[in-house]
C-alpha cells in the first residue's frame, strides 16, 4: 500500500462534500434523522505515523497519528470513527476525539481492557500503523439542544461534540459517568461538565438523568451496555418528542436466536451457531483468525459469501444485491437449519 497523497479531484470532491455537510447542517431537514446512516464497507486506506502517545487517565492513553508526508487527512465530522490495523493482525475500532478543523492528525485514546487495546497501550512514536476511514455510525444531527451521557471512555465521541456545540452556540449538557475521576479522560477539556465519579456519587441510573433533557433535545448516550439498558423506552415516556442516539463498544445481544449450524466450505468443518450466540462467535471456536471489527452489523468487515441457506439478514449496511450471496456474520443468523459460507 502507498502513502495516501490526495489527487486534485479528490480534494475537489472533498472541498464539495465539506461544503454540502455546512448547508446541510443548518437546514431545518437535518433534526428530522433520528437515526445515522448506514455506514458503507468504504474509506480511505492510509499509513499512518505515531507522532505522540501520552497518558490521559489510569489504564487509558492518547494516541496521535499524522500522514508521514505531513499533507491533509480525510476530513470526518464529530462521531467518526477509525478502522485500526494491528501488528497482530486484529481489527479494532476507536473513535476520533481531536479537532475535525485539524487535518492533520487524528486522536484517538485508548482503555486498557483487552488483548488488542494492550497493542495500543504498546505503540512508540514514529512507528507506521495503517487505519481504515474516517467513517461514522454516530453523526451529531442538527437539534435545538442536546443532552450528551458519556461512560468512561464512552467520552472519546462525545468530546468532538460538544466542542462543536460550544462553537455553534448551541444549548447542550453532559453527564460524565466513571468508576473515579482519576479514571476518567479529557476532564480539563470539559469545562462546565456535571462530572458523577461513581465513588462520589454512587452508581448511575439513566432515570435519573434522562429527565434532565430539554423538550425535543437529540440525546447522545456512549458507554456501557448496561448505561443505555431500557434507555429508548424511558426517553419516549418522558420526552417523546427527543431522540435517542447511541454507540456501544460490545456486540449486540442475540435475541429472536434460534440455533443452527455453519458449514465452513474451504476446512470442511462444521460449527453449532447457538440460540443466544452470534455465527461470529461460533465461527470463531474453529476459526480464531477470522475478521471482524465492530460486532454490531455496520462495519462490513466479516461481510463472507454465502454458498447455500436462507439467511436471516440483521445488518445495517449491505445493499439487497449484497444480501442474495453474502452476510455479515456478527450479527445476521439463518432461517434455515444450515448455512454453507466461503471460509
Known amino acids: 500500500m502507498t502513502t495516501f497523497t490526495p489527487s486534485r479531484t479528490l480534494r475537489l470532491v472533498a472541498a464539495a462534500s465539506s461544503g454540502y455537510r455546512r448547508v446541510f447542517a443548518t437546514s431545518r431537514v437535518a433534526p428530522l434523522l433520528s437515526r445515522p446512516n448506514p455506514v458503507r464497507h468504504t474509506g480511505f486506506d492510509l499509513d499512518l505515523t505515531v507522532e505522540r502517545v501520552e497518558p490521559e487517565a489510569e489504564d487509558?492513553?492518547?494516541?496521535?497519528?499524522?500522514?508521514?508526508s505531513g499533507a491533509d487527512l480525510p476530513s470526518w465530522i464529530p462521531g467518526a470513527h477509525l478502522d485500526l490495523f494491528l501488528t497482530s493482525g486484529r481489527q479494532r475500532q476507536y473513535s476520533l476525539c481531536g479537532d475535525p478543523?485539524?487535518?492533520?492528525?487524528?486522536?484517538?485514546?485508548?482503555?486498557?481492557?483487552?488483548?488488542?487495546?494492550?497493542?495500543?497501550?504498546?505503540l512508540e512514536r514514529g512507528q507506521v500503523v495503517r487505519v481504515r476511514g474516517p467513517r461514522n455510525a454516530f453523526p451529531l444531527v442538527c437539534a435545538d439542544s442536546y443532552l450528551f451521557v458519556a461512560g468512561g471512555i464512552g467520552i472519546t465521541p462525545i468530546l468532538p461534540m460538544v466542542q462543536a456545540c460550544r462553537r455553534r452556540g448551541a444549548s447542550w449538557r453532559l453527564?460524565?459517568?466513571?468508576?473515579?475521576?482519576?479514571?476518567?479522560?479529557?476532564?480539563?477539556?470539559?469545562?462546565e461538565a456535571d462530572i458523577r465519579p461513581d465513588d462520589e456519587y454512587g452508581l448511575p441510573d439513566i432515570a435519573d438523568i434522562l429527565p434532565l433533557a430539554s423538550r425535543g433535545a437529540a440525546v447522545y448516550l456512549c458507554g456501557p451496555?448496561?448505561?443505555?439498558?431500557?434507555?429508548?423506552?424511558?426517553?419516549?415516556?418522558?420526552?417523546?418528542?427527543?431522540?435517542?442516539?447511541?454507540?456501544?463498544f460490545s456486540p449486540l445481544p442475540v435475541t429472536g436466536g434460534e440455533p443452527f449450524?455453519?458449514?465452513?466450505?474451504?476446512?470442511?468443518?462444521?460449527?453449532r451457531v447457538g440460540a443466544d450466540e452470534s455465527a461470529l462467535a461460533a465461527i470463531r471456536r474453529e476459526l480464531p483468525g477470522v475478521a471482524y471489527s465492530c460486532q454490531q452489523g455496520f462495519c462490513g468487515t466479516c461481510r463472507v459469501r454465502v454458498l447455500d441457506g436462507e439467511v436471516d439478514h440483521r445488518d445495517r449496511t449491505l445493499t439487497d444485491r449484497e444480501r442474495a450471496d453474502s452476510m455479515l456474520v456478527c450479527v445476521s443468523r439463518s432461517t434455515s437449519s444450515s448455512l454453507v459460507i466461503d471460509l
Open 225 to 248: 451496555p448496561a448505561l443505555g439498558e431500557g434507555a429508548r423506552g424511558m426517553l419516549r415516556e418522558i420526552n417523546p418528542d427527543a431522540s435517542l442516539h447511541t454507540e456501544r
Open 60 to 68: 487509558v492513553v492518547g494516541v496521535t497519528l499524522a500522514g508521514p
Open 261 to 271: 449450524d455453519v458449514r465452513l466450505a474451504r476446512s470442511g468443518a462444521t460449527v
Open 175 to 191: 453527564v460524565y459517568l466513571g468508576r473515579s475521576r482519576a479514571s476518567m479522560p479529557f476532564l480539563d477539556s470539559l469545562g
Open 101 to 122: 478543523a485539524d487535518r492533520r492528525t487524528y486522536r484517538i485514546a485508548v482503555r486498557r481492557i483487552g488483548d488488542g487495546s494492550r497493542e495500543v497501550h504498546g
